[in-house]
């Protein structure tokens, strides 16, 4: 166990509609970041936040958004869905900004129909 | 963004040591080599961390030589458990905080 809690395990979607992906990170740290994993695409970076701040963009697409509240858990908003976006999204977080050693989640498993 | 290169696939038998070499040509000084571990359907672990030489811990070792233009993870006997995909990542510092993910080696051990 990472310590880092994604919910849901798993969304089944239909092409158009809007989810969104929930990260509590591990207690402490202020770093959290998203990827998407899929078949064809290896694990591409979205995004990263540190204290509730945006500090790196990836290849986010613009349907995409992302924030960090207060209590530094995040939420990933994936909208307009498409068959394309059906993928594993997952959440790390890392104590610092700069920390190569990150903790992933277990990931939401993303499946658009 | 400096790239690392590695072999896309490797076998192993139960018992054996795996030495997998990742090649960072243009690594930049302030960069540190680091390795991660992926079991299908799960996000990536953290294995080890490096700047130069030998590093060492309970799950594997990291050798970079002096021109650090390389670098081997290895793990010494193997289990079935080990079969995963292992990516060598490089810490830029034009990429505060992005870990950059390449294709990775697939490690299947059978017994």
């Known amino acids: 166990d990472s310590g880092v809690t994604q919910t849901p395990k798993h969304l089944i979607t239909a092409t158009g509609q809007r989810v969104t992906l929930r990260c509590s990170p591990r207690?402490?740290?202020?770093?959290v970041y998203w990827y998407q994993q899929s078949l064809d695409q290896g694990l591409q970076f979205l995004i990263q936040?540190?204290?509730?701040?945006?500090?790196a963009k990836g290849n986010i697409l613009e349907r995409f958004s992302a924030q960090q509240f207060p209590d530094l858990h995040s939420e990933l908003n994936l909208s307009s869905l498409e068959l394309g976006d059906s993928a594993l999204y997952f959440c790390?977080?890392?104590?610092?900004?700069?920390?190569?050693?990150?903790?992933f989640g277990q990931g939401t498993r993303l499946t658009v129909v | 963004l400096a790239k690392t290169t590695q072999p896309i696939s490797m076998d192993s038998y139960e018992g054996q040591e795996v030495n997998i070499t990742c090649s960072h040509n243009?690594?930049?000084?302030?960069?540190?080599i680091t390795w991660y571990q992926q079991f299908p359907s799960q996000g990536p672990r953290f294995i080890i961390q490096?700047?130069?030489t030998k590093v060492t811990n309970e799950v594997a070792s990291l050798f970079i030589p002096a021109d650090r233009k390389s670098s081997t993870l290895s793990l010494p006997r193997v289990s079935l458990s080990d079969t995963a995909v292992y990516y060598c990542?490089?810490?830029?510092?034009?990429?505060?905080?992005?870990?950059?993910f390449g294709a990775g080696t697939q490690v299947v051990v059978t017994p």
């Open positions: 790390a977080s890392s104590v610092a900004v700069e920390n190569t050693e990150a903790f």
């Open positions: 207690s402490g740290d202020l770093s």
């Open positions: 936040y540190y204290n509730g701040e945006e500090r």
């Open positions: 243009n690594i930049a000084t302030n960069d540190y």
């Open positions: 490096g700047y130069k």
């Open positions: 990542l490089l810490m830029t510092t034009d990429s505060w905080g992005k870990l950059q």
